[in-house]
């Protein structure tokens, strides 16, 4: 028998129905696909499979892939993150151990930058908070308090492939646009300021930037004082790059007048506070969704795999070996 065929792929966890993609494309190339469950275990059960089933690989999306997973995989050679931010694996006991980490970091541009116009739409027009009105009985046209997005600044932080995507789409508004970035750029009809000086401007600030040891809490009660009174705020990146207590705290001073989350530092548990208030919305961490991006991410997430698995290099290398 080919050795290959006995050479195993680990699918820690999945975000949709089942593994068909995953499945066809490791298979096709001749090895085994092991799957854990679909919603992510915790690192000791991760740990656990990755003890039992030895993989050269490890496909995950949401489950923690930690220093102890690593060192357990004695012939593991990638660990491939199915989406883009790389918070859920331990990078640095890859690169220690000679292991690729990679991702997909463009899959989901379309989405999450139109969830995060959606979510500024949603907030300038009322859109959720009048059918939820609608819904419990109220038809009350005259209690409307809107914004027109075009006398607006929108602050945009972290400005890479999703913050500009968002910013081109915005553009189409022609609101005044600012934005924060560690590495700044020149974008037409966009203005890099500091970061406490967007958010003294903006009245929406959109959350874009990845969550690593330098970015936790960066939206913190600190910045939020720095708002004008009645601010929306979006985070369509990770949770714990905004402060939750920070937040609510906001909110009920009025210095947030609500706040569009599509992620939470503590997902799926969702605090009683934003559940109750009414200019807030959240979604379920479903920004990167799609049908398209989801066969994109599943598709070259595998495939990067394979690529590696054969003996050549990752198109998205995420570390240095």
């Not at 949709?16 to 001749?30: C, F, L, M, N, Y």
């Not at 980490?101 to 739409?121: F, I, M, Q, R, W």
Request: glycine share 6%; net charge negative; charged share 20%.
């Amino acid at each position: 028998m080919n050795s290959t065929h006995t050479r195993t792929v680990l699918l820690t966890d999945f975000a949709w129905p089942d593994d068909s993609v995953e499945r066809q494309i490791i298979e096709k190339a001749g090895f085994t696909l092991v799957s854990g469950p679909a919603n992510p275990a915790p690192a000791v059960v991760i740990e656990d499979l990755v003890r039992k089933h030895q993989p050269e690989a490890i496909l995950t999306c949401w489950a923690q892939v930690s220093e102890a997973a690593i060192e357990a995989a004695t012939n593991l050679k990638i660990v491939a993150r199915l989406g883009v931010g790389l918070d859920n694996i331990a990078v640095d006991q890859a690169t220690r151990n000679g292991i690729w980490v990679t991702n997909v970091p463009d899959y989901c541009v379309e989405e999450v930058s139109d969830h995060a116009v959606g979510l500024a739409l949603a907030w300038t027009r009322g859109l959720v908070s009048f059918d939820r009105e609608v819904s419990q009985g109220r038809w009350n046209p005259a209690g409307a308090a809107l914004r027109r997005l075009k006398t607006l600044t929108v602050g945009i932080v972290g400005y890479g492939r999703i913050g500009r995507r968002t910013a081109q789409k915005l553009q189409a508004f022609n609101p005044r646009l600012l934005a924060f970035d560690p590495y700044p750029s020149k974008e037409s009809g966009v203005a890099f300021v500091e970061l406490d000086e967007l958010m003294r401007q903006a009245d929406v600030v959109i959350v874009h930037a990845p969550l690593t040891s330098t970015t936790h809490h960066l939206i913190n009660q600190e910045r939020l004082d720095l708002l004008k009174p009645g601010s929306f705020l979006i985070n369509v990146s990770r949770g714990g790059v905004v402060d939750t207590d920070a937040v609510i705290r906001a909110l009920e001073s009025g210095q947030l007048s609500g706040a569009g989350l599509d992620v939470l530092e503590h997902e799926p548990q969702v605090p009683t506070k934003l559940l109750h208030h009414p200019g807030v919305i959240i979604t379920p961490h479903v920004a990167f969704s799609s049908d398209a991006s989801l066969v994109e991410l599943r598709q070259r997430a595998s495939e990067e795999v394979v690529r590696v698995l054969l003996g050549e290099q990752p198109q998205q290398a995420r570390n240095q070996l």
